[in-house]
């Protein structure tokens, strides 16, 4: 429905309940990633990571953020980080993956 200062509002109220559900967090960073307040999405998300480190889910969704800032390094970080925390997690490898290959970067070819 797009109404993302409502959405906000209650998600923020929601975290200011229960800071430790990674939900929300995703949901908020999603939300200011709607509307291209990017560095808004990644300080919810990381916010989200603070409170639950562990949440694959959290580290693939800041690594989308951090795409749209153009903070490759970045990028590469968290989602190297899900990946770990969850090996089969595919929306991160597939990102990781396409995010290599846009960039030339990690070449598939193998030593002999």
Do not use: C, W
């Amino acid at each position: 429905m797009k109404q993302f200062p409502e959405a906000i509002t209650h998600l923020t109220q929601a975290l200011t309940i229960n800071s430790k559900q990674p939900e929300a967090h995703i949901v908020l960073g999603l939300t200011y990633l709607q509307k291209d307040q990017f560095d808004d999405a990644a300080r919810a998300l990381e916010e989200g990571i603070s409170q639950n480190p562990k949440s694959a889910d959290l580290h693939f969704n800041l690594g989308t953020v951090y795409d749209k800032l153009n903070r490759f390094d970045d990028v590469v970080r968290v989602m190297e980080t899900a990946i770990k925390l969850d090996p089969h997690h595919a929306d991160a490898l597939n990102y990781l993956g396409y995010s290599y290959a846009e960039r030339g970067s990690r070449s598939t070819k193998r030593s002999p």
